[in-house]
């Protein structure tokens, strides 16, 4: 989730809790401590992660990969979790509706 050696630092700690906590209504949602980072789950199917840093991407496919770019989401690596913009992280619908197509494409 984040670069070989990298510590978890607590601004990942915190975007994690925050997620997650902004993620309550949908239900069956946790957190994982992986790889300096944390994955982010829905009833055991991970669906984001944050990275050692505490940027927070959702799991992206061709189904909504061009709506997450529209508003300047970019790629992890080369793993298939888009970024998260600032702007849909303070909109709660946008972002349970980010997360909702993200949990179905992790199903």
């Given at each position: 989730?984040?670069?070989?050696?990298?510590?978890?630092?607590?601004?990942?700690?915190?975007?994690?809790?925050?997620?997650?906590?902004?993620?309550d209504s949908i239900?069956?949602?946790?957190?994982?401590?992986?790889?300096?980072?944390?994955?982010?789950?829905?009833?055991?199917?991970?669906?984001?992660?944050?990275?050692?840093?505490?940027?927070?991407?959702?799991?992206?496919?061709?189904?909504?990969?061009?709506w997450f770019e529209?508003?300047?989401?970019?790629?992890?690596?080369?793993?298939?979790?888009?970024?998260?913009?600032?702007?849909?992280?303070?909109?709660?619908?946008?972002?349970?509706?980010?997360?909702?197509?993200?949990?179905?494409?992790?199903?």
């Amino acid at each position: 989730m984040g670069v070989k050696g990298d510590k978890l630092s607590q601004d990942a700690v915190s975007k994690a809790e925050s997620l997650a906590r902004k993620l309550d209504s949908i239900g069956g949602i946790s957190t994982k401590k992986m790889f300096g980072g944390y994955g982010i789950f829905h009833e055991g199917k991970m669906f984001g992660i944050v990275d050692s840093k505490g940027q927070a991407f959702l799991k992206a496919d061709d189904s909504n990969r061009a709506w997450f770019e529209e508003k300047g989401a970019h790629q992890h690596a080369r793993m298939p979790y888009l970024s998260i913009p600032a702007e849909v992280m303070s909109d709660h619908e946008m972002l349970t509706a980010w997360a909702e197509r993200s949990i179905a494409i992790s199903k």
